[in-house]
C-alpha cells in the first residue's frame, strides 16, 4: 500500500524491520519537506514488492556507472518528475537511501546521491566514497555523497 509520508509527524511506517528506523523516517520525511516545500509535491512511497521497477532502474545504475550492488534489502521506493526532472528514490533497511536525479531534456543534472541515516555505519560497498555531514531537525546528523551519472538511462 502506497503511503504518503507525513513531515509533521514523523512516523516509521513501512521502515520497522531497519535498526535505525526512527532516523531512516526522519530522513525520508527530510526528503517529504524538501518536495513539499520547493515543488508542492507530496512524496508518496511505495514498498519495494510493489516498486520493483524503481528498484532495478537505480541498481542497474549503480552497477553500470560504478560497479556497485547494494547488499541491504531495499524497503521502500518512489520517483517524482519535476521540472523535467526524473526523481527516483529507494529506501534501504539498513538505513540507506538512494536517489537518482536524472534531467530529460538534457545532461545537465545527473547524478545519484547517497544519505546515511544517523547512527549507520557506512556500507562497505559505498567505502570508497568521502560523506560531507548536515544536520537536520527531522534526521538529526545526515552524512551524504553522490557521483556524476555518465550513461544514458
Known amino acids: 500500500m502506497a503511503y504518503e509520508?507525513?513531515?509533521?509527524?514523523?512516523?516509521?511506517?513501512?521502515?520497522?524491520?531497519?535498526?535505525?528506523?526512527?532516523?531512516?523516517?526522519?530522513?525520508?520525511?527530510?526528503?517529504?519537506?524538501?518536495?513539499k516545500n520547493k515543488y508542492g509535491q507530496a512524496f508518496v512511497v511505495e514498498p519495494a514488492r510493489k516498486a520493483k521497477k524503481l528498484i532495478d532502474y537505480v541498481h542497474r545504475i549503480l552497477k553500470q556507472e560504478r560497479d556497485i550492488v547494494i547488499e541491504s534489502r531495499p524497503l521502500e521506493?518512489?520517483?517524482?518528475?519535476?521540472?523535467?526532472?526524473?526523481?527516483?528514490?529507494?529506501?534501504?533497511?539498513?538505513?540507506?537511501?538512494?536517489?537518482?536525479?536524472?534531467t530529460l531534456d538534457d545532461k545537465k543534472k545527473r547524478a545519484v546521491g547517497f544519505k546515511l541515516s544517523d547512527g549507520m555505519e557506512v556500507p562497505p560497498e559505498l567505502a570508497s566514497f568521502k560523506f560531507a555531514k548536515q544536520k537536520s531537525k527531522l534526521a538529526g546528523t545526515i552524512r551524504g555523497s553522490y557521483f556524476v551519472i555518465k550513461g544514458e538511462y
Open 5 to 35: 509520508v507525513d513531515f509533521a509527524k514523523v512516523s516509521t511506517v513501512g521502515l520497522e524491520s531497519s535498526p535505525v528506523a526512527a532516523a531512516l523516517a526522519g530522513l525520508r520525511a527530510n526528503e517529504a519537506r524538501y518536495f
Open 77 to 102: 521506493a518512489t520517483e517524482l518528475h519535476v521540472e523535467n526532472i526524473r526523481w527516483t528514490f529507494v529506501f534501504y533497511e539498513s538505513g540507506l537511501a538512494i536517489n537518482v536525479l536524472y
